[in-house]
């Protein structure tokens, strides 16, 4: 007979004796965790972001939609204060997504999530997770994101996005996306999204802020895959831009063809891409050799650029103030078709 240890909940103090310095610097390295409990992909946008007189302890992005997403977060059980503060974060912030994790959801506010979800519309979403830490014997403790509170129909998003709202071009995007996602997921662990977006163009956390892998078809009938450079400062940007391309005929060689270097000067972004031709308008068997083509170059550059991203990041420029006047914003790069956006 096997012999099988004790397996105890640990109290969360004992793990994260501080919230702010503990638990929320804890979480701001897991937030990838956070979104794969989620099916999303989550990228860090800030700690502790300013809201009036009052600090959000997460903000983050979801690279499937490009929205912003709030996360607060608690050592104990929920309480009003932190719901008003929740509130008054989502607002200040726009939030796309609105994410209260401690010990303990009370019911009551448990009930009041449910109750923003019924009552808001499908663009603002608000989710309630717990987090518990379990440990067999004396091994490594464990924790676990359990979640209790989900928007309506988040079960059920397919339905939805095949609604008739939704035209014809985007559902196309969305059913390739989706295909492309799962395959990602389950036979690859790249990515922990489970929901594509009906848009042409969809992004990958790449393990460090400021990078993310994406695929896009754009007009002119060309399918791109591609390492984003957003640190969100137009001056890191270029510098990390330059650096990365200095090594372009190191990196060129270890990827096996010719990437575009796209410096960009009068965006925020840069990107370093890898194209061929394709539209989402293709006939089926056109598509998934796209597919096939799009997976196995994003493997192909996770594995070229994952240590060079954190080189770049470290070594490319010396820590630069934020320019007031930079506006400029990622967003630019896109233009709008129906409920799709292509990319250029």
Same mark, same amino acid.
């Given at each position: 007979m096997p012999e099988f240890g004790t397996l105890r909940r640990k109290s969360l103090r004992e793990i994260w004796? /501080? @919230?702010?310095? !503990?638990?929320?610097?804890w979480l701001a390295d897991n937030v990838g965790e956070l979104g794969n409990a989620l099916g999303i992909e989550l990228e860090l946008s800030q700690s502790e972001a300013p809201v009036g007189d009052f600090s959000l302890d997460l903000l983050a992005t979801d690279l499937g939609t490009g929205g912003k997403v709030i996360i607060? /977060? &608690?050592?104990? *059980?929920?309480? #009003? !204060?932190?719901?008003?503060?929740?509130?008054?974060y989502a607002a200040g912030f726009g939030a796309e997504k609105v994410i209260w994790i401690a010990e303990l959801i009370r019911d009551e506010h448990r009930q +009041?999530?449910? =109750?923003? /979800?019924?009552?808001? !519309?499908?663009?603002? &979403?608000?989710?309630?997770?717990?987090?518990?830490?379990?440990?067999i014997d004396e091994s490594r403790p464990a924790s676990n994101f359990k979640l209790l509170v989900l928007p309506n129909e988040w079960q059920k998003v397919a339905k #939805?996005?095949? %609604? %008739?709202?939704? *035209?014809?071009?985007?559902?196309?995007?969305? *059913?390739?996306?989706?295909?492309?996602?799962? @395959?990602?997921?389950?036979?690859? *662990?790249?990515?922990? +999204?489970?929901?594509?977006?009906?848009v042409n163009w969809c992004e990958f956390a790449s393990g460090f802020s400021g990078f993310r892998y994406a695929v896009s078809f754009n007009r002119g009938n060309v399918v791109r895959v591609e390492v984003v450079i957003e640190t969100g400062n137009y001056e890191k940007n270029k510098s990390i831009f330059d650096y990365l391309a200095s090594?372009?005929?190191?990196?060129?060689?270890?990827?096996?063809?010719?990437? #575009? =270097?796209?410096?960009?000067?009068?965006?925020?972004? %840069?990107r370093i891409a890898f194209y061929r031709d394709g539209s989402? /308008?293709?006939e089926d068997d056109k598509l998934q050799e796209i597919r096939n083509w799009a997976i196995s170059n994003l493997l192909n550059l996770k594995s070229v650029f994952g240590t060079k991203l954190k080189d770049a990041m470290t070594q490319?420029? @010396?820590?630069?103030?934020?320019?007031p006047d930079d506006k400029d914003s990622v967003a630019g790069d896109f233009g709008s078709e129906g409920f799709s956006s292509e990319r250029m």
């Open positions: 004796p /501080n @919230e702010a310095r !503990d638990f929320t610097k607060e /977060n &608690q050592l104990t *059980s929920t309480d #009003h !204060d932190h719901l008003g503060k929740l509130i008054t +009041a999530l449910e =109750w923003l /979800n019924q009552r808001t !519309d499908e663009k603002t &979403q608000f989710f309630a997770v717990t987090v518990e830490v379990l440990q #939805h996005q095949r %609604s %008739s709202l939704i *035209s014809d071009r985007a559902e196309r995007y969305r *059913s390739f996306y989706q295909k492309l996602i799962d @395959e990602l997921r389950e036979n690859y *662990s790249f990515t922990g +999204a489970r929901v594509a977006q009906p090594k372009k005929e190191e990196i060129g060689k270890e990827f096996g063809a010719e990437l #575009h =270097w796209e410096r960009l000067d009068d965006k925020r972004t %840069s989402i /308008n293709d490319a420029y @010396e820590p630069l103030m934020e320019n």
